[in-house]
């Protein structure tokens, strides 16, 4: 920005000579609204300070063809289209499906059968087994089920540690959601500033191809030489230049916007900024940094991670444990060999214990592991307390930075504007240069690009503190 002031102003120094002339002033920044500044002038010939109505009124309107698009629409339209979003609300929703899944274990299981068989009985005594076969002629329907009785809490554990994956997912769901809100907001900023800067460019190319239409005819009157129009033609150039370095800055700029609300082509949107003032900046840090220890959303999920694999690693000591069960068996045989049955139907109970005696420490090895995990899980989740501490404390000390940076921008706003009057009045009177005219053009050009990157700065880092805070949009 300095070196574009600077490029700005040499040319105009370059040029006083043909203050008697009646060359235009410097380019008004328009699509870039003053806070509570004024307007340059667009004309030396109009020397008169503008009435204070125009000088707040904004300068910019939305151009033919394109979209409004306001910050609040932006982030909608973000959390509706955006992918990312998209792909967290389907993995929580996949998680939950993994805890039905664990619960499974707790319920009773039932499978049903129907067998019907022609076989001679004789061959159901073979090589290759000394166990009973089942070749025998019949034809029956049944059903067997099972049902776990106790098993020490290790079906329980499991199913606590994905309910709390669960929850840990839904966390990291609005976590992302929240991501890409703050991303929406530095996206429109961006897409902002690069559109006033280009405004600012399309000004200084009609300015400077009108100072050099002029130039152009006193040289051919022979009241001006050649090198003036040099000057004039080498400033038309570096305007058009740069004039498309801002354009293709612009493009870049919204197509990053354009991505971020998930659009899969480009749309040319008028952004809006509001023509509400920003808030002033919170008072203290300390209850700002509590609100973000109670609602970070990825600091939820890390804690609920964290109880997720302690009670996995219960889970996985409750393997060395016994574990009771219950089953049953019932049916009928409709079709049978009389010899061989004395009823037409089957039916019995039983239970089981299952009591682990040696399994190559497979057990204890799977429980030390999680045991393991879930300590690093634990001081994960502490060094994020620790970097959002950091952050919070961080981005409140930026924000009110940025709000002292406004305030002091918005008076130098106010010094510019009193300059470029006292600058006018003296050209109009005749005791001044045009260069000393375009000298307070340039210096209220370049408050105002000032004033109006404070304002966005400022903004943007409240929507940064509001991320930081873990507050949901």
Known sequence: MKDFLIWLGAPLLACGSLAAQGLPAAPAPRGIPAYGAGSITSDVALLQPLPAAEQMAPASTPEAGQQSLTLAQAELMAIRNNPRVTVGRLLALAQHQVTREARAAELPTANGAITAEDAKEGSRTGAGSLTSSRLLEHAGAGFDGTQLIFDFGHAHNLVLAQKLSEKASNANALATTEEIVLATDEAFYGALTAQAELDVARETVNARQATESQVGAMTKNKLKSTLDLSFADVDLSQAQLLQLDAQSNANASMAVLDAVLGLDHDVAYRLDEGAGAPPPPPASVEPLIQTALQQRPDLQALSYDTQSAQKFARAQWDQLLPTVSAEGTAGLIPVRSGTYYTTNWWGAVGGNVSVPIFNGFLYTSQ???????????????????????????????????????????????????????????????????????????????????EDTSARYQYRLSLSTLSYEMGVTP
């Open 367 to 449: 429980a030390r592991e999680a045991k393991y995990r879930a300590q690093a899980a634990a001081e994960k989740s502490r060094d994020l307390r620790d970097r959002i501490v950091r952050d919070v404390r961080t981005s409140w000390l930026q924000t009110n930075n940025n709000w002292q940076r406004m305030t002091v921008t918005a008076q130098l706003v106010k010094q510019a504007n009193l300059a470029m009057e006292l600058a006018q009045t003296r050209y109009k009177l005749g005791l001044s240069s045009i260069v000393e005219l375009t000298q307070a053009q340039l210096q209220q050009t370049s408050a105002q690009i």
